[in-house]
């Protein structure tokens, strides 16, 4: 790479890496959202499971609590790429999921809002 691309590419590298981390204040407004089946408190009872911990948790194994044949018999776990790939597409990663949440389509918001389940 010449010196003047390398000059060019450097604001791009940068905003790149910081868009990659996401923002976490901003994820938890997306988490409104999922917040009205989905909560941060494991002791918060709502349709949905809690998502507190959900990265490296295996999906469908939330006790008590009752999950579509498909999404129990998946065998995926939360890691960061699979949560995202369902956040952004539910019924195309898991079908039959009985989560009716069509996705999150802006990628920021994706990323702003696993910036903050990774904090839960």
Partial sequence: MTPYRLILAVPFLAASAAYA?????KGQRVFKKC???H??????RKPGPHLQDILGRPAGSVE?????????????????STLRAFLADPKGTV?????GFRG?????????L????KGL
């Fill in 64 to 80: 008590g609590f009752k999950y579509s044949a498909s999404m129990a018999e998946a065998g995926l776990v939360w890691h960061e």
């Fill in 35 to 37: 917040a009205a089946c």
């Fill in 39 to 44: 909560s941060a408190d494991p002791a918060q």
């Fill in 104 to 112: 999150i389509k802006k990628e920021a918001d994706l990323t702003n």
């Fill in 114 to 117: 696993m910036a903050y389940l």
């Fill in 21 to 25: 981390d996401g923002d976490a204040t």
């Fill in 95 to 99: 079908p039959k999921t009985r989560m």
